[in-house]
């Protein structure tokens, strides 16, 4: 019997995830692959009820600028790989703070906690009382800081609201934007399509205790894999 509960719950996540199928072409239309992300606001999670689920990949939140360290990432981020759930992390970006220490220290906790399957995050969501233009240079200081040293691109997190802020120059790193209740998400200004779209805050997954953000990837499960895999030689400087 809990067999058959966590498949059917797996079911409707997947159904959630790829509810927007008929979705215009600009809103990245077709396959697509069911995921969420995590923090310590999640509790215990027990991977292999997710991945059993469904879910195909997970971003764990690393940090909250240079203050917070999330006390879960660790546990999140092996759980994932004994799962077999591709894993990526993301940090809280905060403009306010040194944006090179705030790369550094994501990439010296993966050294200890292992590669990731997916390219790095920044997770843009405040202007923390900065200027856009002054957000803008120091995001591309952690975006260049992040590519030189893991020769992969990274992904940019934000919303619709952020346009302003970020401006339009930042649209050759990976999009997942985060837009709630809507057939296709709005695109910050600079970006042609969205890699992730963050596109529920309070779904629901067998292994989750309570709400957690349903995430989907403009893609299959191959054009998934293949994402960190392609390096590129000469980072813009």
């Known amino acids: 019997m809990g067999v058959s509960r966590v498949a059917l719950a797996g079911i409707l996540v997947m159904r959630a995830v790829i509810a927007h199928a008929d979705a215009p ?10 995921g969420i992300d995590v923090s ?3 509790g215990v999670v027990d991977w292999r009820q997710v991945r059993a689920a469904g879910v195909v990949f997970a971003f764990a939140r690393f ?13 999140n981020f092996a759980g994932m790989k004994r799962a077999g759930v591709y894993r990526g992390a993301y940090q809280v970006f905060r403009a306010s ?12 906790a993966l050294r200890h906690a292992g590669h990731p ?14 200027e856009p233009a002054e957000v803008q240079a120091r995001l ?3 975006l260049r800081r992040i590519e030189r040293r893991t020769r992969r691109r990274p992904i940019v997190y934000t919303s619709p609201s952020m346009s302003g802020t970020l401006g339009a120059e930042l ?6 934007i985060a837009h709630y209740e809507v057939d296709c998400p709005r695109l910050p200004d600079g970006w042609q399509g969205w890699r992730f779209w963050q596109h529920s805050s309070s779904g629901r997954v067998p292994g989750v205790s309570g709400p957690v953000d349903l ?4 893609g299959t499960k191959l054009e998934l894999r293949r994402l960190n895999r392609a390096r590129r030689k000469r980072p813009e400087p």
């Open 140 to 142: 591309a200081r952690w």
């Open 25 to 34: 072409d600009d809103c990245n239309a077709g396959e697509r692959v069911p």
């Open 117 to 130: 399957d997916l390219p790095l995050v920044a997770d843009v969501e405040s202007d923390d009382g900065m």
């Open 215 to 218: 995430d989907a990837f403009a």
């Open 63 to 75: 940090s909250d600028g240079l203050a917070v360290i999330d006390e879960r990432f660790v546990q």
């Open 97 to 108: 703070a040194d944006p090179v220490a705030q790369a550094d220290l994501l990439l010296l």
């Open 171 to 176: 649209g050759t790193y990976h999009l997942w």
């Open 40 to 42: 310590s606001y999640q």
